[in-house]
């Protein structure tokens, strides 16, 4: 198709219409503590079902991983919840600032600027990865949970007045481009990072309240989270993710306080010939092309240096479906495949009833962007998040075996428990290789091309080596401190060995009555004197001699033990070490005993 245009004019952001935005929000979080319920909680546990089309979209490990399959067998890798309570619920969504502007007087007055959204929350669902018994707390991998909102955002309005002056907002207008830059930006803030100073806390570049949610964040409340280094979420985040709090001990937040988003924006009403949405998608200026990528609010002009912006563009945009002006080809779809934001822009019939969903049951209801993409920017949040998760461990596993192996005696055990906790770990990221890792999701031309522009955005394949070699350095780590004990523990048997065959021999000739008995060769009565009140002449009584012979032998033994002990142990005593210091010690007083035995 070739569209003749003429002269290309853009328009401001302001002045195009938009139609229909609907975002999904996606906020990944670590689960602390997984003895929490959702379905206490106002959460409705759900059989992850798929449709159709969406098995045929996906191959079928990826379908498999993301829903149970058709015949009823559970595969789905998440446990599914949603909360019924907050779906279809429409809502109003202030954003307020202050600016001061020069009054006709020549006085500079505060005023209160407030932008008002209104919109619909259409599903709130929260999937929870499925772990393996008991394995993800032994290895230090916490579980792993995202909570997806789908909202529809309708109409915005504007108002500038003096602070002590507030007024009603106006009447709502048709949204355009703007406010849906505004929308995106805005609400995908899940906690103030700063507020602006005066009378009243408002939370900077965040929504300011949703009254049907939650009230405004106060300062005390902003300035504990600082003061206790806790992430305190928006009030109306906080009932959507309840009973977690995506703070410590329960659950902890990742990132920062902009949540991952997946949009679909409709220029126009959708009612648009075909090359009527090709001239209007061409009116949109590069430069808020690049806010809708970089999720930056309206504005004029680029929001940042602009050689830097065009040296990122060709990683924001897939161009497949987008229009051309100058020569007059494509179609009227664009995508941005940003990691925080994968959007897809277009206009006319096809964007609003094909990507954006009519309604119609069987036939594009849900519409492409909710039956497909959102899967997409889920994937892969999923897998750059569990990445994290594995380097962490990793770094906190070998940072305890450091600091444990430095402590003399348990250095043993630290490396037998490293390595236990290493196995674990290589166990779930080789689950995690061939249930987890989605490098190719369909067999499809343009959902790969898509999918393979946003894995590369996350950076995915890079950091999935870099964790393998983390891996292997670990594992590394572990065999060089194992082979340095089997190799001291050899040299350490052999010098034992070196003891204990002349051990062995000693007693084997006690065996042989060489040391004890009447008739022993080299036995002791034959050099102990006579004493008095024996029967026999040549040595002490009986008893006495049997004791006298066996203290001897303790003495020897113990003396043995003693080399063994120096050479083993290495001059550290041991409970048995001064157990036979102390044989060895009677058996002399013993001896001496007998020498001095008094005459009648």
């Known amino acids: 198709m070739t569209i003749d245009l003429g ?141 997806v909102v789908s909202v529809d955002f309708l109409c915005a309005a504007y108002g500038e007045y003096p602070r002590d002056k507030v007024k009603d907002p106006a009447p709502f207008a048709p949204l355009t481009l703007a406010d849906a830059q505004d929308a995106l930006d805005l609400s995908r803030r899940i906690f103030p990072r700063w507020h602006f100073y005066g009378e009243d806390a408002l939370p900077g570049d965040a929504l300011t309240r949703v009254p049907c949610f939650g009230p405004a964040p106060s300062r005390p ?39 991952f988003i997946t949009s679909a924006v409709l220029l126009g009403d959708g009612s648009e010939q075909e090359a009527e949405a090709f001239t ?37 945009f897939y161009t497949r479906q987008a229009p051309d ?50 899967h997409m920017q889920f994937l892969c949040v999923f897998e750059f998040f569990r990445l994290l998760q594995f380097s962490q461990t990793l770094s906190e596993l070998v940072r305890s075996q450091r600091e444990r192996g430095a402590i003399g005696d348990k250095s043993r055990t630290a490396v037998a428990d490293f390595g236990q906790r290493l196995m674990r770990i290589r166990d779930e990221f080789l689950d995690f290789t061939h249930l987890h890792h989605f490098s190719n999701i369909s067999s499809q031309l343009q959902p790969r091309e898509m999918f393979d522009r946003l894995y590369a955005a996350f950076g995915i394949p890079a950091m999935f080596a870099e964790v393998e070699k983390e891996l292997e350095a670990a594992t590394s780590f572990h065999e060089m401190h194992t082979n340095a004990e089997a190799r001291e523990d050899a040299a350490r048997l052999n010098k034992l060995v070196s003891v204990g065959v002349p051990l062995s021999l000693l007693v084997g000739a006690g065996g042989m009555n060489i040391f004890i008995g009447d ?18 002449a040549a040595g002490p009584p009986d008893g006495w001699l049997q004791l006298l012979q066996l203290s001897v032998l303790v003495a020897i033994i113990a003396g043995i033990w003693a080399l063994a002990e120096r050479v083993y142990f290495r001059d550290k005593r041991s409970f048995w070490g001064w157990l036979a210091y102390g044989a060895a010690a009677a058996a002399f007083a013993g001896s001496e005993a007998l020498h001095l035995w008094p005459a009648p």
Not at 290 to 310: C, H, I, Q
Not at 325 to 354: E, Q, W
């Open 7 to 147: 002269p290309i004019q853009t328009r401001a952001a302001q002045e195009i219409a938009v139609g229909g935005l609907r975002v999904w929000y996606h906020l990944p979080f670590a689960l602390l503590d997984d003895g929490i319920d959702p379905a206490r909680h106002g959460w409705v546990a759900e059989k992850p079902k798929g449709t159709l089309q969406q098995q045929f979209y996906f191959h079928p490990f990826v379908s498999n991983a993301l829903w149970d399959r058709a015949d009823g067998g559970v595969s789905a890798l998440f446990d599914l919840y949603r909360k019924p309570a907050f779906e279809f619920r429409h809502f109003t969504a202030d954003f307020d600032s202050t600016d001061w502007k020069e009054m006709q007087d020549g006085k500079s007055e505060q005023l209160l600027c407030r932008r008002t959204f209104r919109g619909t929350v259409r599903t709130v669902e929260l999937r929870r990865l499925r772990e393996p018994a008991g394995s993800g707390r032994q290895s230090g991998l916490h579980g792993f949970a995202m909570l």
């Open 221 to 259: 409340e902003m300035d504990e989270g600082v003061r206790k280094g806790k992430t305190q979420l928006m009030p109306w985040v906080r009932e959507l993710v309840a009973p977690f709090t995506l703070s410590e001990p329960d659950s902890r937040h990742f990132g920062d306080e902009r949540a």
């Open 280 to 316: 209007l998608m061409t009116r949109v200026k590069d430069s808020d092309l690049m806010r809708l990528a970089e999720v930056d609010r309206r504005g004029t002009g680029y929001s940042y240096n602009k050689p830097f912006l065009d040296a990122l563009a060709p990683g924001y």
């Open 325 to 374: 002006g100058p020569t007059g080809t494509g179609n009227s779809t664009l995508y941005i495949t940003a990691s925080h934001h994968f959007c897809a822009l277009g206009a006319g019939g096809y964007m609003r009833n094909v990507i954006l969903g009519n309604g119609i049951p069987g036939h594009h209801d849900m519409g492409h962007a909710e039956e497909y993409y959102r």
């Open 519 to 536: 008739k022993a060769p080299f036995g002791l009565h034959a050099i102990v004197p006579a004493l008095p009140g024996q029967t026999d």
